[in-house]
DNA sequence: TTGTATGCGTTATCAC
DNA sequence: GTGATAACGCATACAA
């Protein structure tokens, strides 16, 4: 069984492949019958067009590649979902490459993508990436890039992101406004730039309220459940409030409090970050931010298909979404 | 700023663009020299390779499709991980197409694959759909499908599952053995292969106790947790437990029963499926039943890898992974 | 071992 | 409005 092409269809209609080509993509230099016939005869002998010739002929490829840290999780699956929704709408398809946190994995994922001729591409540095060398590459061939979450500065970046630095600092005041002074902060990696926001805005909070900063209060891990449940042991009795980057090492800190007979929130107070689904569940259910995840895909994407049209656009443009605190039982009411 | 091809290596090395192909592919018909001259070139001037094009040439994209209802969900990600492992292992590439539980969405998706050239296709079907049509495309043009977790009978259908009728076997007996003889079955849309499966395991499971199936006992729904925690108030004074074929419906039924003063596990224990993160979590935490999800996965791509080789192999083959029955807090230890 | 010629399926640029 | 022809970038059968 051969595979039918556009030189059957005007083989069988007595008529010259290019007229079928124009008739299948619409053109208006090709009479109604024609493109009737010709429709009619491509869906009896069961054609499929060949997007890969008709791309290497256009010179695009209309797929936007994406490179995430990995698919599973609740927040890069989500920003995936609002990348496909923007992409499909304007006729883009969407390639995912996984670095699964390693660096040697996302430089493979951007030859891939590269090699497989996407129209640009979007990316969330993985944990173990310090600089944007081999983003360099991108550059030099003029493929767009856009940034998004974990985005690496320099000048000609274009990114979308939440205000890390604002949501830190809402958060852990809310903290101090519900009267927490002790309050511990569960920092990610400095290497990655919003870890490092979340938390210079942790530590502009406290000083706006006059409370000093402690170093024994700042812990760095890679933020899994673990480290949470382990690094907040040594200063368990000495802290009021925990803020922690990510809602995994929230909820490990808040399972080793409870453990030990801390009363969460009366006691402790906690405030996670990223609103997984899981911060429902736990008992009590976890305060924590919103980053509109959705919202940061569709935004990314937007960005990434201007950048397509016109290399030009966007650079250097960092664009901070809206994200919201939400309060629910492992922080107490504010007090008044 | 130009795109390097091989021409461009083979013109600034005065020698012919095809000995540049078979250098950069390694062939054993050129001199390690050569090689080495154009692979040095090649990196000089910062050539990528353009698959697409070779993929044209060679008919064969090394790209294999995967159509999911969603990404997001801990079990679709994780297939999708084990999926791109093996897959990777080969030097293939993964596109993922998400029905988002949509009928249309579903053909739309497999349109888009057969069109991109993919060598094969997983797919798991939609809630809406019902029987196999669209995939018969596949089918005439021999492009091979493997299915799994929600797979379409059908005679030639290769599909990779767990045995879901022996799982819900094993809970529903697991709780009878523990002492519970008032049962009810959150079933899922009788459509799907898995979810009669799973409600005929159920059955036989009270049949081989000598304990009457009730109608009212077995509720049908789209299995969200709101519909756990619906659809489980008529009977929550009647039943000693709850099998659900889902940890989602499972949770909303747990939240109801708690809210209305029951104990869990001790007046009603409840088993979910699927084991999704948040099993972990609830209190008390949920016994559930583990699907294998990444070995599911690796095992659908290895088929389908077999089948793009030979398309006649494991046609009709029905591959039964093991699944695992978790035991947590939402039920008694056994009776003795 | 290397070069020549051709084609993968499509679209764009010419003529007519 | 339609047909002929070339080209996209690469790989391969064949010739040298």
């Known amino acids: 069984m051969q595979k039918i092409t556009i030189h059957d269809i005007a083989k069988s209609l007595k008529i010259d492949s290019s007229t079928v080509s124009r008739a299948l993509n619409d053109s208006d230099r090709v009479t109604a019958k024609t493109k009737e016939k010709v429709i009619q005869k491509a869906?009896?002998?069961?054609?499929?067009?060949?997007?890969?010739?008709?791309?290497?002929?256009?010179?695009?490829?209309?797929?936007?590649g994406v490179v995430v840290p990995?698919?599973?999780?609740?927040?890069?699956?989500?920003?995936?979902?609002?990348?496909?929704?923007?992409?499909?709408?304007?006729?883009?398809?969407?390639?995912?490459?996984?670095?699964?946190?390693?660096?040697?994995?996302?430089?493979?994922?951007?030859?891939?993508?590269?090699?497989?001729?996407?129209?640009?591409?979007?990316?969330?540095?993985?944990?173990?990436?310090k600089n944007g060398r081999h983003f360099s590459v991108l550059g030099r061939?003029?493929?767009?890039?856009?940034?998004?979450?974990?985005?690496?500065?320099?000048?000609?970046?274009t990114a979308v992101s939440i205000n890390d630095e604002e949501s830190a600092y809402n958060a852990t005041k809310h903290l101090i406004d519900s009267g927490c002074t002790k309050i511990a902060h569960l920092a990610?990696?400095?290497?990655?730039?919003?870890?490092?926001?979340?938390?210079?805005?942790?530590?502009?909070?406290?000083?706006?309220?006059?409370?000093?900063?402690?170093?024994?209060?700042?812990?760095?891990s890679p933020l899994l459940e673990n480290d949470g449940f382990?690094?907040?042991?040594?200063?368990?009795?000495?802290?009021?409030?925990v803020f922690s980057s990510n809602d995994h090492a929230a909820i490990g800190a808040m399972k080793y409090l409870k453990s030990i007979g801390k009363s969460i929130p009366n006691d402790i107070s906690i405030i996670g970050f990223s609103n997984e689904p899981i911060?429902?569940?736990?008992?009590?259910?976890?305060?924590?931010?919103?980053?509109?995840?959705?919202?940061?895909?569709?935004?990314?994407?937007?960005?990434?298909?201007?950048r397509i049209k016109n290399y030009e656009t966007h650079l250097n443009e960092k664009i901070m979404l809206p994200s919201s605190l939400i309060l629910r039982g492992s922080t107490k009411g504010l007090k008044n």
Chains 1, 2 share one sequence.
Do not use: W
Request: proline content about 2%; overall charge negative; glycine content about 6%.
């Open 43 to 64: 869906e009896e002998l069961g054609y499929r067009r060949n997007i890969l010739a008709a791309n290497l002929r256009k010179q695009q490829s209309m797929i936007i």
């Open 70 to 129: 990995k698919i599973s999780g609740n927040f890069f699956s989500n920003v995936i979902s609002g990348v496909e929704e923007v992409a499909s709408e304007n006729g883009y398809h969407v390639f995912i490459a996984q670095s699964l946190e390693e660096l040697e994995r996302e430089k493979k994922s951007l030859d891939n993508l590269v090699a497989y001729q996407v129209d640009g591409i979007l990316a969330s540095i993985s944990m173990e990436t």
């Open 141 to 157: 061939n003029k493929m767009p890039l856009v940034f998004f979450d974990r985005y690496l500065c320099g000048d000609e970046n």
């Open 188 to 220: 990610g990696k400095q290497n990655i730039k919003i870890y490092t926001d979340r938390l210079n805005g942790y530590k502009r909070a406290l000083q706006e309220a006059n409370i000093d900063v402690l170093n024994q209060h700042i812990i760095t």
């Open 230 to 241: 382990q690094k907040i042991q040594p200063i368990a009795d000495k802290i009021d409030a």
């Open 279 to 306: 911060s429902e569940y736990t008992e009590p259910t976890l305060s924590t931010i919103d980053q509109s995840s959705i919202e940061m895909g569709r935004k990314a994407c937007q960005l990434l298909l201007d």
